[in-house]
């Protein structure tokens, strides 16, 4: 099983689902978070005043799932979240070793 996590721009969370949800993707857990890559944010200016915006709104996606779906879900969320412009994010992608379903303690892929 692989885990993968997608920081991704907020407007793209619903395009993204959607991708996944094509794939054969049945559940994703969201997470709302703030961050900066090497753009380092930017400069606005609100009432006259300058001020830097050093972290900027991004979702995080956690993912786990069989190994063979992993590639068609790589592929779909860079699809789906790609906008071309600086900060379009990071997928990362990590092996699990073990998934418990505390419900019914299903193991393995079957609790995923």
């Given at each position: 099983?692989?885990k ?19 794939v054969?993707?049945q559940?994703i ?10 753009q380092?944010g930017?400069?606005?200016l ?8 050093d ?8 993912v ?6 992993l ?8 699809h789906?979240?790609r906008?071309g412009?600086?900060?379009d994010?990071?997928i990362?992608?990590s092996?699990v070793?073990e998934?418990?379903r505390i419900r019914?303690?299903e193991?393995?892929v079957?609790?995923?």
């Amino acid at each position: 099983m692989k885990k993968y996590e997608a920081i991704i721009k907020p407007f793209k969370l619903d395009e993204v689902k959607e991708a996944l949800h094509e794939v054969g993707i049945q559940g994703i857990t969201v997470t709302e978070a703030k961050g900066f890559g090497r753009q380092k944010g930017h400069t606005e200016l609100y009432r006259g005043a300058e001020y830097v915006v050093d972290f900027l709104p991004k979702v995080k996606i956690e993912v786990v799932m069989d190994d063979a779906l992993l590639e068609r879900a790589i592929e779909a969320i860079q699809h789906a979240a790609r906008t071309g412009r600086i900060g379009d994010g990071k997928i990362f992608v990590s092996t699990v070793d073990e998934a418990i379903r505390i419900r019914t303690g299903e193991k393995g892929v079957d609790a995923i």
